[in-house]
């Protein structure tokens, strides 16, 4: 089952094209520096132990998320495949994406559950070899999300010739951006 994030950059794709979806996953692959230099320094051991710290982060990730459906519910429905809409410029996509991976609890848990587990060296310095780790990662991320990006094209012609498609997929974005939300709240 793809996550979240994947999800999100097949929907930006499929609705604003190739090139702003691999900027959104840009903007997520950014995210996972900010996790990284966290997990590097042990503010996320702090964040993940205060209970209400973490209530707190997964709250407001979760408010941000309903926003952006209500954004999306406010918009229309229109789907313009490959032209740039003026209301999602790629440094919006970029920004959403960042924020979307940096209020995603679930993304320090793992960068604090697994990545000390992969230190390779007892003589090299722990905080470069997180940062080393956290650049491995998000290569791989930033490779699958712009496949999955420009495979999404490939979908954009179904939509020019299926005009009612384009409810279809602002429904879809705003069921993503609900469940989302749900899965940061109650997991």
């Known amino acids: 089952m793809p996550g979240p994030d994947i999800i999100y950059v097949l929907v930006q794709s499929i609705s604003n094209g190739k090139k702003y979806g691999i900027v959104t996953a840009l903007g997520l692959v950014s995210g996972i520096l900010l996790h990284t230099t966290l997990v590097a320094f042990g503010v996320s051991a702090i964040i993940n132990q205060s209970q209400y710290l973490f209530l707190g982060l997964k709250i407001i990730g979760a408010i941000y998320l309903v926003y952006l459906a209500y954004t999306t519910f406010l918009n229309s429905e ?100 609900l469940g989302i939300a749900l899965f940061i709240l109650f997991s």
Do not use: D
């Not at 420009?150 to 951006?177: A, C, E, M, Q, R």
């Open 78 to 177: 229109e789907i313009k495949i490959g032209e740039a809409s003026p209301k999602k410029g790629v440094f919006k996509l970029f920004k959403q994406g960042f924020i979307m991976n940096v209020i995603n609890p679930k993304v320090s848990i793992f960068f604090l559950a697994f990545f000390p587990g992969f230190l390779y060296s007892t003589t090299q310095n722990t905080i470069t070899q997180f940062f080393v780790l956290g650049g491995i990662f998000m290569v791989q991320a930033f490779i699958i999300f712009s496949m999955v990006a420009i495979l999404s094209g490939y979908f954009s012609n179904y939509i020019k010739t299926h005009p009612k498609f384009n409810s279809t997929i602002k429904w879809f974005k705003i069921v993503v951006f």
